[in-house]
């Protein structure tokens, strides 16, 4: 199957910092990625859908001046957490669709974030 | 819009029984659905996928899966569990193969 790749798998910052995480998709040209969190021992909830050259969509109740999304080429999307704070601290994935045809998101390995 | 259910939070089994995990899922149309599974401070993988056709469909590791439209049912299953399928399994609705509804998932511990 296709291959997504996530950068970094595991970051710690300091509150009022930012963090960039990217997600690339190694061997196609996505066309849409997603976002999502994870807090422990829950679910992954959709925080945004990007697609390349326009601007996010972001799901109901999550900060789009907080969470910068970008999906500048049809390989990169990134998501930069900005002025974190611990409760930012979760598992982010990112997940990428081919165009036309696709039937399938392939999913990122993921990015723990801890807020310190 | 759509939903997921998956009724059993947590879910014990010996290795070599068989296992089933429920999946439920509220949608209007017939939607792409999908199992994955994730291990600890891992991402997801997927273990198999229904779009259309053949309502039982195999995937990867032994697991299959049967779609049922009476019952709005996607539910897992594999005869024989292994110790290293303990992880966590999610079942996923898509509308189009893309954004994603996942269920809250069900934690699978293998008993020797």
């Known amino acids: 199957g296709a291959v997504v790749s996530q950068h970094p798998s595991r970051v710690i910052c300091k509150s009022g910092t930012s963090v960039k995480i990217e997600c690339r998709s190694l061997?196609?040209?996505?066309?849409?990625m997603f976002w999502y969190r994870q807090f422990p021992k829950q679910s992954l909830m959709l925080m945004a859908t990007s697609n390349e050259g326009s601007k996010a969509t972001y799901e109901q109740g999550v900060e789009k001046d907080k969470f910068l999304i970008n999906h500048a080429s049809l390989t990169l999307s990134t998501l930069t957490v900005t002025s974190a704070h611990p409760e930012d601290s979760s598992f982010y994935i990112c997940?990428?669709?081919?165009?036309?045809?696709?039937?399938?998101?392939?999913f990122g390995q993921g990015t723990r974030l801890t807020v310190v | 819009a759509q939903s997921v259910t998956q009724p059993d939070i947590h879910i014990t089994v010996s290795e070599g029984a068989s296992l089933e995990l429920r999946c439920n899922y509220s949608y209007g149309a017939t939607p792409y659905l999908f199992w994955y599974v994730q291990s600890p401070g891992q991402g997801l993988q997927l273990l198999l996928k229904?779009?259309?056709?053949?309502?039982l469909v195999q995937g990867i590791k032994g697991f299959e899966a049967e779609f049922k439209r009476s019952q709005s049912s996607f539910n897992l299953r594999k005869p024989s569990v292994h110790w290293s399928d303990a992880a966590e399994y999610f079942c996923a609705v898509s509308p189009n193969a893309g954004k994603s509804t996942f269920g809250d998932g069900t934690t699978l511990t293998v008993k020797p």
């Open positions: 997940s990428a669709r081919a165009g036309g045809a696709s039937t399938e998101a392939f």
């Open positions: 061997d196609f040209q996505a066309t849409t």
């Open positions: 229904y779009f259309s056709g053949d309502t």
